[in-house]
């Protein structure tokens, strides 16, 4: 019975619960409130620091290699590594002198380690030993991140004006170590990593990862990540400085962060829910499409505080769903021994659309003196993005899938849900 699994795994699932939500996640949740700040102290432009969401792009090639790591040597393994280097970049940043290049720098080594702190770690995790209930198993553990967001922000953001945004990176730092601690005490070993699995069902053959790079569902998922998450550098540095641009005050766009938050909350419990009941390419095409229409609410010419709070929320609602209906499809349609490399291949997309939409941004900015642009080809990526993961309800191998212990296959099971 699904609540027998919650009964035997509430443990692992509430330590990567606190793992992914005080990971490098919690920077996506308040690198806007430092924006503001960073800017003012240190006099860059709107378009200079747009482009710390194209770093992505430096550590692209590294993601595949991560999520092998992870396969191979374990979630606690790799959990270590990612919560030593996250704190140390913290404190990088509290120490910086002003140049933009040494900001750059400091994010690039923190998240070359960092991505250990991902969903590739936590969700590899959690769908080990959830079956019956995985989608809402994922869901309850993405959900961490941004209700760790949604409490963060604004306390961070009191918290910085009282002290000033060195001490928050000292205060992040101080978080993310006692997190990570906390996260690897409780999250117990990979049952990949137990001492009777064989080595060489671990290892994967140059032929074993050509067809699996060729398989037409993963190039659809992996597609249309790419395309939902060109939006993404909106959520991660720019929602704060997109809102007062509307004429919105500080106070107020502070709160609007965390109104966002609690909307991925939201989105991603009833993404949960809907994946254990519904087939998950209608999930996707109901879920993942619906951001465009706050992107387009972002454009148009208004500007009242009711309306922009809700583009936010309805934002906030699908930005929830890609992830669970991401990782969800990979632990169904893909042997779990793959689970982290593939998953990692998602995550790499999630960093390239990023990193995509911040060029964008930043030219939109340079060139059309404003975001306009960049919010309407966000919206029509979003909606592009949503038909590929619609897609894949009507193809793709139904690929051998374990239970958490590695016992018995889920084809039969899952057959119908996935045909």
Request: hydrophobic share 55%; net charge positive.
């Amino acid at each position: 019975m699904a609540s027998n699994e919650f009964r035997l795994h509430w443990q692992p699932l509430l330590a990567a619960s606190i793992g992914l939500a005080l990971g490098a996640a919690l920077g996506h949740y308040t690198m806007s409130l430092f924006g503001p700040a960073l800017i003012a102290d240190f006099g860059w432009t709107k378009a200079q620091f747009a482009l710390i969401g194209s770093m992505p792009l430096m550590t692209l090639p590294l993601v595949p290699f991560a999520g092998r790591f992870v396969d191979r040597f374990g979630t606690r393994t790799a959990a270590i590594v990612g919560f030593t280097a996250l704190p140390l970049g913290f404190l990088a940043f509290a120490m910086m002198t002003g140049n933009i290049i040494q900001f750059f720098a400091i994010w690039l080594v923190q998240h070359i380690f960092a991505i250990l702190t991902t969903s590739m770690v936590f969700c590899r995790v959690v769908a080990e030993r959830f079956d019956r209930s995985r989608g809402l198993a994922l869901s309850l553990v993405m959900t961490a991140p941004p209700l760790a967001g949604a409490i963060t922000a604004p306390l961070m953001g009191a918290f910085m004006t009282e002290h000033g945004w060195r001490a928050g990176y000292v205060a992040m730092a101080a978080v993310t170590a006692a997190g990570g601690f906390l996260a690897i005490v409780m999250m117990g070993r990979s049952s990949r990593r137990k001492a009777d699995t064989p080595p060489a069902e671990l290892r994967l053959s140059r032929q074993e990862l050509g067809r699996l790079l060729r398989n037409p569902t993963l190039l659809l998922i992996v597609g249309g990540m790419f395309l939902v998450n060109i939006p993404q550098v909106v959520a991660s540095s720019q929602l704060k400085l997109i809102v007062m641009d509307r004429g919105v005050a500080s106070e107020t766009a502070t709160w609007m962060i965390s109104l966002y938050a609690m909307g991925v909350i939201i989105g991603r419990f009833l993404s949960g829910l809907a994946l254990d009941r519904v087939q998950p390419h209608l999930v996707a095409i109901a879920a993942l499409g619906l951001p465009a229409i706050g992107y387009f609410l972002f454009a148009s010419p208004l500007t009242s505080v009711g309306i922009l709070a809700g583009a936010i929320m309805v934002i906030a609602l699908a930005q929830g769903a890609e992830s669970d209906i991401g990782a969800y499809l990979i632990s169904r349609r893909f042997d779990m021994k793959n689970f982290s490399l593939l998953l990692s291949l998602l995550t790499a997309m999630i960093g390239l659309g990023s990193a995509v939409g911040s060029v964008i941004l930043s030219f939109s900015h340079q060139f059309a003196g404003g975001d306009v642009p960049f919010l309407i080809v966000s919206a029509i990526a979003t909606l592009i993005g949503a038909l590929l993961f619609a897609l894949t309800g009507g193809r793709g191998q139904r690929g051998r899938s374990r239970d958490p212990a590695g016992e018995k296959t889920l084809e039969q099971a899952i057959a119908g849900e996935l045909s």
